[in-house]
């Protein structure tokens, strides 16, 4: 089936480094993805929406300057959070649209990133 | 940003024992989804609704697309201790171009 993976599943950074997570679509062309960030026994808040060669549209309240989101190509997105605080901890999740077949739309794993 | 109400927040059943939850909005959806997330995972779709008085089931899963379309729910019949789990419900105005929502989950406790 169609599979969408996160890397790095863990990551851990110093604060005020930055950090990059990688989003695939290995099988099939995405010519949508969301990112995610879910913070312990809560839920999946939505941080921006990427198309293909577009800039991402960034929910309310989300930093675009530092959340940076770059979605170069159909099966690739990529989040880097800049000068990452400890307060940026958390859960980041991925999902793309298939745009192939019903625009379904499937989940990463998630990343879990540690600022300390 | 927005979120969709579940309740109950959390559950704590004996094995066997039917569960019900369900998820409400303030504004309509035309498309609601019902996801479990195991610890430290991505969440897993079970149901997907397209159609409001849709009514699906997937096993043991049965799940119902309100007729207002501002809600859901979600039943599980003779629970087993591998649906302990969080449940979330996620709404979408058009499932083929739009953002989903996430509701604010349901933690399941099974004992055996």
């Known amino acids: 089936g169609a599979v969408v993976s996160q890397h790095p599943s863990r990551v851990i950074c110093k604060s005020g480094t930055s950090v990059k997570i990688e989003c695939r679509s290995l099988?099939?062309?995405?010519?949508?993805m969301f990112w995610y960030r879910q913070f312990p026994k809560q839920s999946l808040m939505l941080m921006a929406t990427?198309?293909?060669?577009?800039?991402?549209?960034?929910e309310q309240g989300v930093e675009k300057d530092k959340f940076l989101i770059n979605h170069a190509s159909l099966t690739l997105s990529t989040l880097t959070v800049t000068s990452a605080h400890p307060e940026d901890s958390s859960f980041y999740i991925c999902?793309?649209?298939?745009?192939?077949?019903?625009?379904?739309?499937?989940f990463g794993e998630g990343s879990w990133l540690t600022v300390v | 940003g927005q979120q969709l109400n579940q309740s109950p927040q959390s559950m704590f059943i004996q094995e066997g024992e039917d569960v019900s939850m369900n998820c409400t909005s303030s504004?309509?959806?035309?498309?609601w989804l019902w996801y479990k997330q195991d610890p430290g995972e991505g969440p897993v779709l079970l149901i997907a609704?397209?159609?409001?008085?849709e009514l699906t089931s997937n096993g043991r899963l049965t799940a119902q697309f309100g007729i207002t379309r501002k809600d859901s729910f979600l039943n599980i019949s003779a629970s087993i201790p591998s649906d302990v789990g969080i449940y979330f419900c996620?709404?979408?105005?058009?499932?083929?171009?739009?953002?989903?929502?996430f509701g604010t989950g349901t933690r399941l406790q099974v004992f055996p």
């Open positions: 999902s793309a649209r298939d745009g192939g077949t019903g625009n379904t739309i499937y």
């Open positions: 099988d099939f062309q995405a010519t949508t």
């Open positions: 990427s198309n293909e060669g577009s800039k991402a549209t960034y």
């Open positions: 504004s309509i959806f035309n498309t």
């Open positions: 609704l397209y159609k409001a008085g």
């Open positions: 996620a709404g979408c105005r058009s499932y083929n171009t739009d953002k989903l929502i």
